[in-house]
């Protein structure tokens, strides 16, 4: 008897050492790692494939431009090659149904971890993900170091290439905000500091920027949803979305801060990076309207 207790202690002690390996258990992020979570929040275009002429990388996000309607004059934001302001237009997943596929050098942990991540997206849309089979249009996620984390917006035509792209590093796999973030680009969703009525809220500092970030801050208005301000969720800081303070700095000083009767939010601004964030009941809302409420 004592040694079979003495076994089901041992296997509750090892399982337990186990879970704590689980990507669900997230810490506090150290100084040194925030940054580095920074610097992969900028996608690196040198280590990228050759991009085609109609995709636009943005930050963290690659922008087809035949999704943006009537834009304005092109690189009038730096030489991100994008509109100061344009109408744009996501190219949705047929039925909210996104295929994944995986890059054989992710583990099955880091695949649930992101399947977990993909399933708050749909608790109020018509929208899930689900393992590729054979679906011709699919997200391709690879877990490539020195490229930083970064995701196709919307469905990419397939004219221009056969599948969306999706890096995820191994430090943008240790939180949730993050996988939960590229995966709302690629269902169509653009940064929530990029909204048309953004300048209300938030002071935009470009002179703090890397030129190749001045792009993620684009203004966007989206063009299925109402143009009507008081039937539009409203200004979400705390959208996992939106950026936080020192996104894209080059000087370690604040790229963008709220206006002043804001200034208690700057805090909660961007979340993510805080351990265990995902989208927030506004982002579900935005992802419904586009795909429709269940």
Known sequence: MKKLILF??????????????????????????????????SAD????????????????????????????????????????????RPRKWAGGIMPVKFASNISTK???FFMKQCKKWGELAKFKCVYRKNQEQYVFVTNKEGLGCYS???RVHKAIIPYNRMNLTNN??????????????????????????????????????????????????YSELPTDETKQT????????????????????????????????RDDMGPMFVPGAGPTTKDKRVAARIYGYK
């Open 152 to 154: 196709d917006l919307g």
């Open 172 to 221: 943008c796999f240790k939180r949730s905000g993050v996988v939960a973030h590229e995966i709302g680009h690629a269902l169509g969703l653009i940064h929530e500091h990029q909204r048309p009525d953004r300048n209300k809220y938030v002071e935009v500092r470009k002179e703090n920027m890397k030129e190749s970030d001045k792009g993620a801050y684009t203004k966007y208005k």
């Open 110 to 112: 880091k695949k649930k």
């Open 8 to 41: 089901i202690s041992i296997t509750v002690l090892f399982l337990a050492f186990q879970n704590c390996g689980e990507l669900d258990v997230e810490f506090e992020t150290s100084s040194f790692e925030l940054n580095s979570l920074r610097q992969d929040l």
């Open 234 to 265: 409203s200004y979400d800081f705390e959208s996992i979305m939106h950026y936080e303070a020192y996104a894209g700095t080059k000087n370690n000083k604040r790229t963008m801060v709220p206006r002043p009767e804001y200034r208690h939010l």
């Open 45 to 88: 275009m040198d280590g990228m494939e050759e991009l085609h002429e109609n995709l636009k990388l943005s930050g963290d996000m690659i922008v087809d431009t035949d999704n943006l309607e009537e834009p304005p004059e092109v690189g009038s934001f730096g030489m991100s090659g994008l509109p100061s302001t344009g109408y744009y």
